[in-house]
């Protein structure tokens, strides 16, 4: 019992394990690609896009350890956030001298941003049909 448990969690940390280290490895792809060949790109764009090249060729299985890896990173995300925040503190002149141009900016590109899921939710809406 207690060894079919432990295989058990072997698993799942394989699959989240997994998971993260394409995440990162594509990224990383990425980055080479942007250094060799398209500086005028970023890295972590070239390596979303050839991830999702992968997942449209290898189809479910590798979406879902993406996708389980992906998870756990967002279960933890609001960790991220704290050097961040500690660093905008660090340096309070500067958002005292910019800040009001700071929070128009932060304000219109989360109205954007608000905008745009709001019309891919009403068209993934009129999209499903019920029954």
């Given at each position: 019992m207690i060894k079919a448990i432990l295989v058990l969690i072997e698993v799942?940390?394989?699959?989240?394990?997994?998971?993260?280290?394409?995440v990162i490895g594509f990224y990383l792809l990425g980055e080479?690609?942007?250094e060799f060949l398209l500086p005028w790109l970023p890295g972590?764009?070239?390596?979303?896009?050839l991830l999702f090249g992968v997942f449209v060729i290898f189809g479910d299985r590798l979406v879902r350890w993406v996708?389980?890896?992906?998870?756990?990173?967002?279960?933890?995300?609001?960790l991220f956030f704290v050097p961040v925040t500690v660093g905008v503190l660090q340096y309070e002149h500067l958002v005292s001298w910019f800040g009001l141009a700071f929070f128009?900016?932060?304000?219109?590109?989360?109205?954007?941003?608000?905008?745009?899921?709001?019309?891919?939710?009403?068209?993934?809406?009129?999209?499903?049909?019920c029954g």
């Open positions: 799942f940390m394989i699959t989240y394990i997994l998971g993260i280290l394409l080479t690609v942007h972590s764009i070239i390596g979303m896009v996708k389980e890896g992906a998870e756990l990173f967002i279960r933890y995300l609001p128009a900016l932060l304000f219109i590109s989360s109205l954007f941003v608000m905008l745009f899921v709001a019309i891919m939710m009403d068209r993934k809406a009129g999209d499903s049909t």
